[in-house]
């Protein structure tokens, strides 16, 4: 997988939709304008597994989900899919005996993984209220960072609004702040460093 970094970090909007008719392949993903699109046949993919197949295909190419838009699917299903998606969170309605409540849990994987686990049956607006506290329970280290980056936005005028999301994302893909940080510093310094370079006057010969 590609080294996620500020300066290779590319991120797209991934729409979904069903198929219209049977497909010869369970989902299709292409690019479609500045993101992608999949379309799914949901007789052979679950909604949450054809989100899952095109997040792994997309980050095997070095590119990230900034949000997942559902088309022509319910609103409450979709207000919750875009708003789990900004936290990279995949969504994951399940019928088992453990999940009694909606709850964020992260896999084994490193970095870890995170899902968002809603019993089905489940109000999904109410689903919708408890992701933020579910999410920091689970992350919280990554959610105050994420609320400092928020806080930050507002305290610049939005005038950095687009390096600041690039380094949540980062925080959310790693889960290492601290790291992210470092790495930052370490860019930043080096564009001086180069600027500096080039304005330096050429010695007489």
Same mark, same amino acid.
């Given at each position: 997988? =590609?080294? *996620?970094?500020l ?8 729409? #979904? ?8 392949t ?15 046949? !949901?007789?052979?993919? %679950? ?8 997040r792994?295909? *997309?980050?095997?190419? &070095? ?8 088309? &022509?699917?319910?609103?409450? #299903? ?6 789990? %998606? ?7 309605? =399940? %019928? &088992? ?8 849990? #992260?896999?084994?994987?490193? !970095? ?45 005028? &939005? ?29 930043l ?7 500096? =370079? ?8």
């Open positions: 997988m =590609t080294t *996620l970094s300066q290779n970090l590319i991120t797209v909007p991934l729409h #979904l939709r069903r198929a219209d008719t049977r497909q010869t369970p989902l299709q993903l292409r690019r479609d304008g500045d993101g992608f699109t999949v379309v799914y046949d !949901p007789d052979r993919s %679950s909604l949450g597994t054809a989100v899952l197949l095109a792994a295909l *997309l980050s095997s190419e &070095g590119i990230s989900v900034s949000e997942v838009i559902l088309e &022509g699917h319910e609103p409450d #299903l979709t207000a919750l899919y875009r708003a789990a %998606s900004k936290l990279l969170l995949n969504v994951e309605i =399940t %019928s &088992g005996p453990r999940i009694t409540e909606p709850v964020v849990k #992260l896999d084994s994987d490193e !970095p870890p993984r995170a899902t968002y686990f809603i019993p089905e049956g489940w109000d999904l607006p109410d689903a919708l209220d408890r992701l933020p506290a579910a999410f920091a329970t689970a992350r919280p280290e990554v959610a105050r960072n994420l609320q400092w980056i928020e806080e930050a936005k507002n305290d610049t005028g &939005g005038k950095i609004n687009q390096a600041l999301d690039v380094v949540a994302v980062l925080i959310l893909e790693t889960g290492d702040p601290s790291g992210v940080y470092d790495q930052m510093l370490r860019l310094a080096q564009v001086r460093a180069e600027r500096e =370079t080039d304005t330096v006057p050429a010695k007489a010969a």
